[in-house]
Every structure is written in structure tokens, then in C-alpha cells.
């Protein structure tokens, strides 16, 4: 088991800023009951996550698979 983010399960953008750069904008997205969850102050589980490329201002990559959502909640650096 390696300790860290296991980037080959993520897609890059085109020019090649990956899911951990810091031009990245990554954002969590809530069920309802994930907000009800976070604002009981509970940790939830992401619906889904999304990665926008800063520089080319796309969305190029949205996990979904709750397997790689809690990976990347354990692993991310930022
Ligand atoms: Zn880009």
C-alpha cells in the first residue's frame, strides 16, 4: 500500500496539469444529506469531486466512484 495519491486513476488536462497541481481548483460536491452531515460537523462523503485547470479554465476531470472519492479525501495534499 503506497501512502500516496495514486494519480494514474485520474485523468490530466490537456496541458498536463494534474489533479494535485496547485493551478488546480478541486471542488466537493453534497447530496443533501452530505450538507446536512457537514453542517453537523460530521465529515461526509463527497457526492462527487471536480477538478477545474486554472490556466485553461476547464473541468477536466469529476470522480464519482466513492472508492476513488475517499482515496482522494485521504490522500489530496491541498
Ligand atoms: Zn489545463
Same mark, same amino acid.
Given at each position: ?9 485520474? $485523468?490530466? =488536462?490537456? =496541458? ?9 481548483? @478541486? $471542488?466537493? %460536491? ?5 450538507? +446536512? ?7 461526509? &462523503?463527497?457526492?462527487? &469531486?471536480? +477538478? $477545474?485547470?486554472?490556466? =485553461?479554465?476547464?473541468? +477536466?476531470?469529476? &470522480?464519482?466512484?466513492?472508492?476513488? @472519492?475517499? %482515496? %482522494?479525501?485521504?490522500?489530496? $495534499? %491541498?
Amino acid at each position: 500500500m503506497s501512502n500516496e495519491l495514486d494519480k494514474t486513476k485520474f $485523468k490530466k =488536462c490537456s =496541458c498536463s496539469v494534474d489533479v494535485e497541481d496547485e493551478k488546480v481548483t @478541486i $471542488k466537493n %460536491h453534497y447530496s443533501l444529506m452530505g450538507w +446536512f452531515w457537514w453542517s453537523m460537523g460530521t465529515t461526509a &462523503i463527497p457526492k462527487s &469531486i471536480s +477538478f $477545474k485547470c486554472n490556466k =485553461c479554465d476547464i473541468k +477536466f476531470e469529476e &470522480i464519482t466512484d466513492v472508492g476513488l @472519492i475517499k %482515496h %482522494h479525501m485521504y490522500y489530496r $495534499k %491541498h
